[in-house]
């Protein structure tokens, strides 16, 4: 899938949650690569955040990400619209050090984004690939988030509170496209005995009972109500009984459990690319959730390309006859044994070394290694089965090297290894000119890489 951004510029405006100040946001079309990123353009030089994991510096009351002194808070649920309509790209202007609390949703968000559609961009999503099991632990809460491996993306949340109104819930979330009937409405929520601490610390001046879901489980009297309202500078509400205390009834019997759901989301946002994978959550919060956002980034900046996915089990979509069709290549140079993927820009392929590669005999012969120079024949050969796809009549073309640059060898490559090669082009064909980056990989690791300049030739 191609990446995406906003067809054109929205805006959205409100109190802030914790300031009580009156914000406004724009959402603008961002260019290939650019990310999420929000600009406060309050402050001198309007400066500008990353919305990635490593800038959080707070999670208490909400997500909060900052560089220096300069923060941005509660941007949880605008990066999960966002990153539920598929939207890579995208600058948030705010005028203020939070995001507008709206009515505790992301409903509004998803709206916006919806009226104004998005734009296609010509490079393709970047997804990060859970390939094994990966969790965070809270060993004092006993909250969890584990990612398992899956085609697509869905996440699960289970929560638990000591309350007698809300105790257990359970939402899930599998496809992104439900995202906005199923869990965009569902508004975050707080328990009536957390307001006064939440007061005290000088958060939530611009709460109310419209834009949270206010919880009453622990019975107190109508004065301490009265003065918690006054604290919070909003009306007085007798209450009689345990239970829910909004002006709003809820949308979901579970909308607790659904807008933990939406915080996830919004916080795996942070991770920067969009994540194929099944999410379980039990008993999140902002913390864990970023502590795993961060655990990914840490991984995506030790490999900055994951191994391509290679099942023996499933057909190539070029085997070795075809293969032999389009290079003219042949023992004991022919050194692709199958295209497993290819699109317009990018082809993997597949090599099995065998100890009774002939090169071995040399080099060396108490310790087979193969040659690196031989790795980049074997990707440069690969490289040239995605060039002559892009002709007609490819079997009367050949392809021709001019360039190679930045070649790195990471690892050595013996028999009974398997590389996989990975090659996407740097920048479009042209005058039958072809730029291309290019990885091998052994499992997971990479093993060596190169730029390629190569040539499209009539053959005569």
């Given at each position: ?258 807008h933990k759901l939406l915080d996830v989301l919004g916080d795996i946002a942070l991770i920067g690319r969009p994540l194929k994978g099944r999410i379980i959550a039990v ?19 030790r490999q900055e390309i994951q191994a391509p996915i290679y099942n023996p089990n499933t057909a190539p979509l070029m085997d070795i006859n075809r293969i032999r069709e ?126 390629f300049m190569a040539q499209i030739v009539k053959n005569k």
């Open positions: 899938m191609k990446q995406r951004t906003l067809k054109s510029s929205f805006q959205v405006s409100g109190k802030g949650l914790h300031t009580g100040l009156q914000i406004c946001a724009t959402f603008n079309p961002a260019p290939v690569g650019y990310g999420y990123k929000f600009k406060r353009i309050d402050l001198p030089d309007a400066p500008i955040v990353d919305a990635v994991a490593e800038n959080v510096v707070e999670t208490q009351r909400g997500t909060v990400i900052a560089k220096g002194d300069v923060k941005i808070s509660t941007i949880e649920h605008s990066l999960a619209a966002l990153y539920a309509a598929g939207v890579d790209n995208c600058l948030i202007e705010v005028d203020a050090p939070e995001l507008p609390i709206l009515d505790g949703s992301a409903i509004e968000y998803a709206e916006k984004i919806d009226e104004v559609g998005y734009e296609e961009l010509p490079e393709e999503k970047d997804y990060y690939i859970v390939k094994k099991k990966m969790e965070v632990v809270d060993e004092k809460t006993g909250a969890s988030l584990i990612a398992l491996p899956d085609d697509d993306f869905s996440i699960e949340t289970m929560i638990e509170f000591k309350s007698p109104v809300l105790s257990n819930q359970f939402a899930m979330l599998t496809s992104l496209e439900n995202f906005k009937t199923e869990i965009a409405a569902s508004r975050t929520f707080v328990f009536v005995r957390e307001v006064e601490p939440l007061v005290s610390n000088n958060l939530i001046k611009g709460g109310d009972l419209d834009n949270a879901i206010v919880i009453y489980d622990s019975p107190m009297s109508q004065d301490t109500i009265d003065k918690l309202a006054d604290l919070m500078g909003v009306p007085h509400k007798n209450v009689n009984e345990l239970g829910y205390i909004n002006n709003k009834p809820l949308v979901f019997d579970n909308e607790p459990a659904r008993k999140p919060g902002h913390t864990l959730n970023t502590t795993f956002a961060k655990q990914v980034r840490k991984e995506i900046k389009l290079l003219p290549h042949r023992y004991p140079f022919l050194m692709v044994d199958k295209i497993i993927e290819k699109d317009e820009t990018h082809i993997v392929g597949v090599k099995n070394v065998s100890v009774n590669e002939p090169f071995f005999q040399g080099h060396f012969p108490q310790e087979p290694v193969m040659p690196g120079v031989l790795q980049v024949e074997a990707m440069a050969q690969v490289g040239g089965l995605l060039v002559l796809s892009t002709v007609d009549d490819p079997n009367k073309y050949s392809t021709y090297f001019m360039k190679i640059d930045n070649v790195k060898f990471r690892q050595k490559v013996v028999p009974g290894d398997t590389l996989v090669f990975h090659l996407s082009l740097m920048s479009e064909i042209r005058r039958g000119c072809a730029v291309m980056k290019g990885y091998a990989f052994v499992g997971e690791k990479i093993v060596s890489e190169a730029e």
